[in-house]
Each structure stands twice: as structure tokens, then as C-alpha cells.
């Protein structure tokens, strides 16, 4: 599996756009970017996730690079509640282990 | 409601108790997975299961066991637990395939004495 690199924390200021970088620059053709959070100590929660082209659902929007070598989770509006660890996973689709790596904290402040 | 369970959520044993910790996942998934978590280490993978008695080791088995003997349960199985197995544990579970997100469960904390 390809890993990915995350910065180890970024500050956000409430109601503003969060954007968290992630670079996965071994990816593979078949490899899925996957986002998950994890705030405080409970089950990771899933988030979004994309193969090639951008993603966007309720709750986030997901930016891959044309080469696929890097991704952009973006939370368009930052709330205090999405203070938490944010995982970049890649998956590939016929090997079934996880590797999620050390995350980014993002702190949502006031 | 959809969900993955686990039990107990809280454990303090000591070395070489032999214990389980049971996951159940009520949404019909094909695939279910372990994790355990450890600070600096991040999550990472013990066992794994494609379906009904098919396992395989993740990235971290020693010291553990599963069994998957019906669809919806797949417990882990601690035969002679050690200090070093205190952590935060997650089971999950997916429809399985490459674009099927997974569900995670709250968490069991065991800490072995």
C-alpha cells in the first residue's frame, strides 16, 4: 500500500474553510484516497473518499491532483466539534489492510 | 440503527487471564477488522476477515487470535495476556471491496496488569 504523509497539526479559525494536505506520492492506479476523523479516543468516523476525480458530500469536500500523488480534505465551514484527528488512508482494492498513519490535528478555534 | 458494537468497553485484567472481546456488527458486512491503537503509533491492523471462517493477519497478530464464525460476530481472543497488549482496541466492519467505507466501533481500553 502506498503510504501517506500528513502534517502533524493545523490551527483553523471558526466558521472559516479547513484545508487538510496529504500526499501519497507512491499511490497506485487502483488505490482509493480515503479520509476518516477521530475525535478524542471514540471510533474512527468516516469522512469521504475518491479514486481519481474530486468528491464532495455533506460533509466535506475531497480534491485530488491530476497525478494523483496528493489530496486536499476541505471542510468548507469549521465548526468547534471538528476539532480532531483527520486520517488520510490509500486502499488497495484487492488487499485488505489499513495503514493510517499518524494524522493530522486540527484545532478549531474561536 | 446500523452499527458496529463491542464488549466490554472497559477491561483491566492481569497477565495470562485469558480473554475475549466480542464485536457485532448488525448491517449484513462482509469484511470486519481489529485495530488497536497506542499513542505515537497510530491504528494499526491485527486481523482481518473477508467473510464467514476466512481470516488473515493485519500487521500486528502476535498475541492474538480471532474467529469468524458467523456473519455478524468476529471476536479477538487474547490466550495469555501481557502488559504490552494494553491499549485501545476498534473492530470494524464493511461491505468489503475497494470503494466501501468502513464502520467503526466505540472502542474497547484494556489495560493488563
Known amino acids: 500500500d502506498a503510504k501517506t504523509t500528513q502534517p502533524p497539526s493545523m490551527d483553523c479559525a471558526e466558521g472559516r474553510a479547513a484545508n487538510l494536505p496529504c500526499n501519497h506520492s507512491?499511490?497506485?492506479?487502483?488505490?482509493?484516497v480515503y479520509w476518516y476523523r477521530q475525535i478524542h479516543s471514540q471510533g474512527p468516523q468516516y469522512i469521504i473518499h475518491?479514486?481519481?476525480n474530486n468528491e464532495t458530500n455533506e460533509m466535506a469536500s475531497l480534491i485530488i491532483t491530476e497525478d494523483r500523488k496528493s489530496s486536499t480534505l476541505i471542510l468548507p465551514h469549521a465548526t468547534l466539534r471538528d476539532t480532531a484527528v483527520y486520517y488520510c488512508i490509500v486502499r488497495v482494492w484487492s488487499f485488505n489492510k489499513f495503514y493510517f498513519g499518524s494524522g493530522t490535528k486540527l484545532n478549531v478555534k474561536p | 440503527e446500523a452499527q458496529v458494537t463491542q464488549n466490554p468497553r472497559y477491561l483491566i485484567t492481569v497477565t495470562g487471564k485469558k480473554l475475549t472481546v466480542t464485536c457485532s456488527q448488525n448491517m449484513n458486512h462482509e469484511y470486519m477488522s481489529w485495530y488497536r491503537q497506542d499513542p505515537g503509533l497510530g491504528l494499526r491492523q491485527i486481523y482481518y476477515s473477508m467473510n464467514v471462517e476466512v481470516t488473515d493477519k493485519g500487521d500486528v497478530p502476535e498475541g492474538y487470535k480471532v474467529s469468524r464464525k458467523e456473519k455478524r460476530n468476529f471476536p479477538l481472543i487474547l490466550e495469555s495476556p501481557s502488559p504490552n497488549q494494553t491499549s485501545l482496541y476498534f473492530c470494524?466492519?464493511?461491505?468489503?471491496?475497494?470503494?466501501?467505507?468502513?464502520?467503526f466501533g466505540p472502542g474497547t481500553r484494556l489495560t493488563v496488569l
Open positions: 475518491g479514486l481519481k
Open positions: 507512491t499511490i497506485s492506479g487502483n488505490e482509493y
Open positions: 470494524a466492519s464493511s461491505l468489503g471491496g475497494p470503494n466501501n467505507e468502513q464502520f
